[in-house]
């Protein structure tokens, strides 16, 4: 009887390791995924800014956000509601929790850029788009699931001096 | 005499359950690696329009770095020349995979390849 619950215990906690390992992983490739899919729509968005009006840069919100989300669900291959279609790489619904357009109109250049809600620090030297989007911790066996994936992403528009 | 299975099959179980996950394990980072050289060179290749010979040799060095073979790598883009600004650059990586498994089960085809895509919208100015 005591070989019984030898076997069993070293199968338990083999097999708990392994999926907890997987589980890990694949929070981190979710995590992966999410901050380069958000560089790169926050990097197309801004490149929607084609006014250069008085020599200011001059990025329309409510534009350069419908670029945003436009980049974001093509790359990931997600619906209006930010849910993916079938065949994405995405594991579950994605959330847009913050978006900022930082412009000349509103702020002089350089300046340092700081959310304590989101930490992140950047030092702008020119117009920058802030987007913060967020996804449900991937979960692989059933426990109380742990704080969502949350990856905030900034890209300024800086002309090389 | 039942104890001469158990111990057969159950160091067999052990081991298989041992290299398993370390399998599993390699063969993830070695995926991340692929995967963030492909975004690696997306963002490096932006402002130049284009995959130049520079980043490509960064990428390779890279990948080589990582333990890949330099000559068995593919890294394709979609364009040889210069994109003007708003348009799409896709970076492809594709490398040989590892056995993914100890021992196969099944006859079910397992990926060969590595793949790490990325797009990258081009800033480049004529």
Redesign the interface.
Known sequence: MDKVFYIISTVFILVMGWLLQEEFQSWDQQRQLLKNANNQAVHTALQNADDFNEGLIDLSPTATQATYLKALKKNLGLDDQLTPKSGSPARSTIRLIHFEVIDSYDHTFPFVFEDQNYHITKYLRGPAVFAVIEMDYPLLMNRPRPAPIRVPSIFEYAIAS | MPGIF?RIF?TW??LF??I??LL??ID?VLQ?VV??NA?YA??KT?PAGMLTQDVRTAVLDNLEAAGFNRNSIQLTSNTSSPLS??EEITIEIRSPRLPMFAYKFTNDNIPTSYLGK????S?YIP
């Open positions: 158990v159950f179980l052990l359950m041992i398993q996950p599993g394990h993830y991340v995967k963030s975004e997306a963002q932006a600004r708003g990325a797009y990258t919208t800033e």
